[in-house]
């Protein structure tokens, strides 16, 4: 996955361990089986813990839903190790 710039939040605290230090990020990813790039996330810098608001929630999940209205067909190559 691809992580953008980021950006602090002042005195945010991670909903998960309660700690402060929490990052705005930018990252592309895959739900629904959607590739979908440029997502904002918070990111916790302590437990690592990665989540995003209300509303970028229900914009993946309408994306998931119903790709073909958000979404645009590209072709990439793709390599395998082996």
């Known amino acids: 996955m691809n992580k953008r710039a980021s950006q602090q939040t002042e005195g945010k605290k991670c909903p998960m361990c309660g700690q402060p230090g929490i990052k705005v990020i930018r990252e592309d990813t895959i739900f629904g089986g959607v590739w979908v790039?440029?997502?904002?996330?918070e990111y916790c810098q302590n437990c690592h813990e990665r989540f995003c608001d209300l509303a970028t929630a229900q914009q993946l999940e309408a994306i998931a839903d119903n790709?073909?209205?958000?979404?645009?067909?590209?072709?990439?190559?793709?390599?395998?190790?082996?």
Do not use: C, L, Q, Y
């Open 37 to 41: 790039e440029n997502v904002p996330f």
């Open 67 to 82: 790709p073909a209205k958000f979404a645009k067909m590209i072709e990439r190559p793709v390599a395998h190790v082996v």
